[in-house]
């Protein structure tokens, strides 16, 4: 399955942003699917997971209350409605697929990875 990452930009503090992962070469509906995010000079940080069914969602305390992860199988794309943006969400934002649907957090259990988009949040 090829992912890809859209609708990162620039946008203050306190705004919102939806970001998409569109699927091709397979369905995504069998997979769970993870967002990840990459701040320069840190490590790539989990932010949330959508079981395949979309009944099942998991956050870091990070985004918690703040992040929205949300899919529709029949467009094949998952999303990741951001509200309240901070400075600290500033990152290029992945999407990746979890075929075991266990890896939760860890970022080694993906399989497919999106090649990301960014995210800037200014003060």
Known sequence: VQLQAS??????????????????GDSLSIYTTGWFRQAP???????GTIGWSGRST?????????????RDNAKNTVYLQMNSLKPEDTAVYYC???LSGYSGSNSAGYDY????????VSS
């Open 58 to 70: 998991y956050y870091a305390d990070s985004v918690k209350g703040r992040f929205t992860i949300s």
């Open 7 to 24: 609708g990162g930009g620039l946008v203050q503090a306190g705004e919102s942003l939806r970001l998409s992962c569109a699927a091709s």
């Open 113 to 120: 990875w999106g090649q990301g988009t960014q995210v800037t």
């Open 96 to 98: 990746a697929t979890d």
């Open 41 to 47: 000079g840190k490590e790539r940080e989990f932010v």
